[in-house]
């Protein structure tokens, strides 16, 4: 794999920049955040899911009038916020919105102005990898979720005291910026 492309260097540093001036919601963001800062810039091609067990993906707190929605992931068995592996090319914030609406079957959209980085959290994936899973906070109208097949069939809205009863610890933290962040887009 060459190195870095020019594309993911400008992502890269982008990401890079955000995370260096950011304030940690929590310890757990911190630790996340010093991670990132440390290991990321020197990946190869931090993208990509097949060049090193490290990488980053994308992921999103998807919110509206009715709460928050999370999926109950297949393999892990926990409820989470939609997320996965950034394609070759793509910028982690349409990442973000693609994986939403394939694991939910949902329309969302970023806020009217713009793209929200929101949170930060690294974490163990499956086969051995860790995930520097950048989040952002994605908007949607009130529709029940409709998974696609092949797509985990448990997606619903939750209150923001129900979220909070089955997030794990990483998500915690990201619910409670988008959560806080979401007033400012309410009609």
């Known amino acids: 794999?060459?190195?870095?492309?020019?594309?993911?260097?400008?992502?890269?540093?982008?990401?890079?920049?955000?995370?260096?001036?950011?304030?940690?919601?929590?310890?757990r963001?911190?630790?996340?955040?010093?991670?990132?800062?440390?290991v990321v810039p020197g990946?190869?091609?931090?993208?990509?899911?097949?060049?090193?067990?490290?990488?980053?993906?994308?992921?999103a707190l998807v919110v509206g009038r009715r709460g928050v929605v999370l999926h109950l992931h297949k393999r892990l068995g926990l409820w989470?916020?939609?997320?996965?592996?950034i394609n070759d090319g793509e910028h982690p914030a349409h990442a973000?919105?693609?994986?939403?609406?394939?694991?939910?079957?949902?329309?969302?959209?970023h806020p009217p102005d713009g793209p929200l980085l929101i949170h930060l959290d690294v974490h163990p994936g499956p086969r051995g990898h860790r995930h520097f899973d950048v989040?952002?906070?994605?908007?949607?109208?009130?529709?029940?979720?409709?998974?696609g097949e092949g797509e985990s069939p448990h997606a619903r809205w939750f209150t923001p005291e129900e979220a909070y009863a089955v997030a794990?610890?990483?998500?915690?933290?990201g619910l409670t910026i988008a959560l806080r962040t979401y007033v400012r887009y309410r009609e």
């Open 43 to 59: 990946l190869d091609a931090p993208f990509d899911e097949h060049a090193d067990v490290r990488h980053v993906t994308a992921s």
């Open 29 to 38: 963001e911190r630790e996340s955040i010093d991670e990132f800062l440390t």
């Open 135 to 147: 989040r952002y906070m994605l908007l949607a109208g009130d529709e029940d979720p409709q998974p």
């Open 168 to 173: 794990d610890p990483g998500l915690r933290g």
């Open 80 to 85: 989470l916020q939609p997320g996965g592996h």
């Open 96 to 109: 973000a919105v693609r994986e939403s609406e394939e694991e939910l079957g949902m329309s969302v959209t």
């Open 1 to 27: 794999m060459p190195a870095t492309s020019p594309h993911d260097a400008e992502v890269l540093g982008a990401l890079r920049a955000h995370f260096a001036a950011a304030t940690p919601v929590d310890e």
